[in-house]
């Protein structure tokens, strides 16, 4: 069984992977092109627990969805999105997990929220590395930042 993120309110219900984040900044890379970059980065990914999905795209957003690979018949695990933004000459893109499911096992509930750890989060890792190595291979001045859930 896994507990959703469903009804969590509140930054500190969260389990601290869900905050983990990629960050990227580039003067030469426009809006469009980092969301392209941000779709083959997802695209690239194959791990044993999800498998990720391009969902919704808009000019300053694309959403992905995560399946368990494990486990079909149980849906979605994750969703997130990069959004890009124009400001100050460059151009600004950053992940952010939107819902997510966690590992639950028989003493889940002794286990603190901040501490579980959420199914697929490897993919996750996966992902903002790739990105984050596409967006240096077209820029190699582009700024790079992790937020960490670990």
């Known amino acids: 069984m896994a507990l959703s993120s469903v009804g969590t309110r509140g930054w500190a219900a969260r389990p601290w992977q869900s905050k983990s984040s990629v960050s990227v900044a580039s003067s030469t890379i426009d809006a469009a092109r980092m969301l392209e970059l941000t779709v083959s980065a997802a695209r690239g990914v194959e791990d044993d627990r999800g498998w990720i999905t391009v969902g919704p795209r808009t000019p300053i957003r694309v959403d992905f969805l995560m399946r368990d690979l494990a486990r079909p018949e149980s849906g979605e695990i994750m969703r997130f999105r990069v959004e890009a933004e124009r400001a100050a000459g460059r151009v600004t893109a950053r992940s952010a997990i939107e819902s997510f499911t966690m590992k639950d096992s028989g003493i889940g509930g002794l286990v603190p929220v901040a501490n579980r750890r959420l199914i697929g989060f490897s993919a996750y890792e996966s992902f903002m590395e ?12 582009s700024v790079v930042s992790f937020t960490s859930g670990r």
Not at 130 to 141: P, S
């Open 130 to 141: 790739r990105f984050a190595a596409l967006v240096q291979a077209e820029d190699i001045y």
